[in-house]
């Protein structure tokens, strides 16, 4: 029983599986990224250089002689530097020098916070430096990529990884779900609807949510409240849930739209593509091979579905 | 620890009043002008005051905030006088307003508090 419970444990965290899972993920989030990095472009030189109102966290405490490299640059290296920072996230979208590529956004992340988001310190940049950090060894490349064009000759060959980043992503992920819901039953300014009427008409409320807040009776605020805070609650474990994984997905992706809708904070909507990380990879990958006759000629045979392998 | 509790604390609560920095340059003594410090921030209006407020409040204390405002006031009188703007002083307010569903810049009564927050001359 105690053997069984731990080999299923340890499959569980660190089985091989099929990366076709990751390897979406890693697309979506690197689409986002680049999207992301397209809105900073305009905002480049006062955002990022030395023609704005940009100060770096580190410079002080550093020896003067490296200073220049944290301090804000030029707007020509500024612009050389984001460059590469948008070409990077292209790269891991595309799946080509996919490390590479990752470790370029990890320093480049670190460097931009030191220099300018360390004024606007957000727990999703945080959410994305440690996924950065699991997708740098997890193998999210070995489908799905022009990694495996150039060495297999097609986009949907496949390699086998180990399943940890995977489980180490959607654990973070239910984490931030639950920290955040838990945090609501007992912080004082969660207690009633008023926190969302003047988020409404506060610095992050848009056009539609000061039309709602001229409109919407103060009551209704309280069963926002109310519904945000059920939301925030079940949706980690429904995620996990095979029959309740549907609706937590809709109601997920709704209430992060609403977000972006209402308060436009929008980052948050990389968490809607990121659900398919609770799916078990040998479930996507039969529902791909299903569609997909190039991924069914693969010749990864051991991680055909079982009920493909009956059917047999 | 707090690296890890910041991606589960996302919006715990939010402020009674609007707030934002504003600047005044000097144009020649005793005459001042506003200065627009919306190109300073080309994001949206949550992330530019976001901004606004750890430009000037990232540490705390006092001294730390009388810092923090020289910083930015000699880094906006060089800026301004790149574009063209030869101030001769520069000196900054934080501005807080009572939040109205008319729209954020609305003041119903014009209940605006001033604080000066640092003036610096060239």
Same mark, same amino acid.
């Given at each position: 029983? =105690?053997?069984?419970?731990?080999? @299923?444990?340890?499959?569980?965290?660190?089985?091989?599986?099929?990366?076709?899972?990751?390897?979406?993920?890693?697309? #979506?989030?690197?689409?986002?990224?680049?999207?992301?990095?397209?809105?900073?472009?305009?905002?480049?030189?006062? *955002?990022?250089?030395?023609?704005?109102?940009?100060? +770096? %966290?580190?410079?002080?405490?550093?020896? =003067?002689?490296?200073?220049?490299?944290?301090?804000?640059?030029?707007?020509?290296?500024?612009?050389?530097?984001?460059?590469?920072?948008?070409?990077?996230?292209?790269?891991?979208?595309?799946?080509?020098?996919?490390?590479?590529? $990752? #470790?370029?956004?990890?320093?480049?992340?670190?460097?931009?916070?030191?220099?300018?988001?360390?004024?606007?310190? +957000?727990?999703?940049? @945080?959410?994305?430096?440690?996924?950065?950090?699991?997708?740098?060894?997890?193998?999210?490349?070995?489908?799905?990529?022009?990694?495996?064009?150039?060495?297999?000759?097609?986009?949907?060959?496949?390699?086998?990884?180990?399943?940890?980043?995977?489980?180490?992503? +959607?654990?973070?992920?239910?984490?931030?779900?639950?920290?955040?819901?838990? %945090?609501?039953?007992?912080?004082?300014?969660?207690?009633?609807?008023?926190?969302?009427?003047? +988020?409404?008409?506060?610095?992050?409320? =848009?056009?539609?949510?000061?039309?709602?807040?001229?409109?919407?009776?103060?009551?209704?605020?309280?069963?926002?409240?109310?519904?945000?805070?059920?939301?925030?609650?079940?949706?980690?474990?429904?995620?996990?849930?095979?029959?309740?994984?549907? *609706?937590?997905?809709?109601?997920?992706?709704?209430?992060?739209?609403?977000? #972006?809708? *209402?308060?436009?904070?929008?980052?948050?909507?990389?968490?809607?593509?990121?659900?398919?990380?609770?799916?078990?990879?040998?479930?996507?990958?039969?529902?791909?091979? %299903?569609?997909?006759?190039?991924?069914?000629?693969?010749?990864?045979?051991?991680?055909?579905?079982?009920? $493909? #392998?009956?059917?047999? | 620890?707090?690296?890890?509790?910041?991606?589960?604390?996302?919006?715990?609560? !939010?402020? /009674?009043?609007?707030?934002?920095?504003?600047?005044?340059?000097?144009?020649?003594?005793?005459?001042?002008?506003?200065?627009?410090?919306?190109?300073?921030?080309?994001?949206?209006?949550?992330?530019?005051?976001?901004?606004?407020?750890?430009?000037? !409040?990232?540490?705390?204390?006092?001294?730390?905030?009388?810092?923090?405002?020289?910083?930015?006031?000699?880094?906006?009188?060089?800026?301004?006088?790149? /574009?063209?703007?030869? !101030?001769?002083?520069?000196?900054?307010?934080?501005?807080?307003?009572?939040?109205?569903?008319?729209? !954020?810049?609305?003041?119903?009564?014009?209940?605006?508090?001033?604080?000066?927050?640092?003036?610096?001359?060239?």
């Amino acid at each position: 029983m =105690s053997k069984s419970f731990l080999a @299923r444990w340890d499959s569980w965290w660190c089985r091989t599986a099929p990366p076709h899972v990751l390897a979406i993920f890693r697309i #979506a989030f690197g689409a986002f990224l680049f999207v992301e990095a397209l809105t900073y472009i305009p905002g480049v030189p006062v *955002l990022f250089s030395d023609h704005g109102l940009v100060f +770096s %966290q580190w410079s002080p405490f550093l020896p =003067s002689p490296i200073r220049f490299l944290f301090d804000p640059p030029s707007v020509h290296i500024a612009y050389a530097l984001f460059a590469l920072y948008a070409l990077s996230t292209l790269c891991l979208s595309l799946g080509v020098m996919t490390r590479v590529a $990752i #470790a370029c956004l990890i320093v480049l992340f670190a460097y931009y916070w030191q220099l300018s988001f360390h004024m606007f310190p +957000s727990s999703y940049h @945080r959410l994305f430096f440690v996924t950065l950090l699991i997708l740098l060894f997890s193998g999210s490349h070995k489908t799905f990529s022009l990694h495996m064009f150039f060495k297999r000759g097609s986009v949907y060959a496949w390699e086998p990884i180990n399943i940890l980043p995977q489980r180490l992503l +959607s654990a973070q992920i239910t984490a931030t779900y639950i920290g955040v819901s838990w %945090q609501k039953m007992w912080l004082p300014d969660w207690q009633n609807g008023k926190i969302l009427y003047y +988020s409404f008409i506060g610095k992050w409320g =848009s056009p539609p949510a000061f039309w709602l807040a001229q409109h919407l009776p103060l009551w209704t605020y309280d069963w926002m409240n109310h519904a945000v805070k059920l939301t925030e609650f079940f949706l980690p474990f429904c995620l996990w849930m095979k029959h309740w994984r549907l *609706l937590a997905v809709i109601v997920g992706t709704l209430f992060h739209l609403s977000i #972006a809708i *209402l308060l436009g904070i929008w980052w948050f909507l990389v968490l809607p593509p990121a659900y398919i990380l609770f799916l078990e990879p040998e479930e996507v990958l039969h529902w791909l091979q %299903q569609r997909v006759p190039a991924i069914r000629k693969s010749e990864n045979a051991p991680f055909l579905h079982p009920s $493909i #392998a009956t059917s047999k | 620890m707090l690296f890890s509790y910041a991606m589960m604390a996302p919006y715990q609560g !939010y402020e /009674r009043l609007n707030a934002g920095l504003s600047a005044e340059g000097q144009i020649t003594e005793g005459e001042w002008e506003p200065i627009n410090l919306d190109p300073y921030f080309p994001v949206i209006r949550g992330e530019s005051h976001m901004r606004q407020f750890f430009m000037i !409040y990232e540490g705390s204390g006092t001294t730390l905030e009388q810092q923090m405002a020289t910083r930015t006031a000699e880094k906006l009188l060089q800026l301004e006088h790149n /574009r063209g703007h030869p !101030y001769t002083a520069i000196r900054l307010w934080w501005n807080q307003w009572e939040p109205s569903p008319a729209g !954020y810049e609305h003041q119903p009564d014009k209940q605006l508090y001033r604080r000066p927050l640092i003036t610096i001359h060239e």
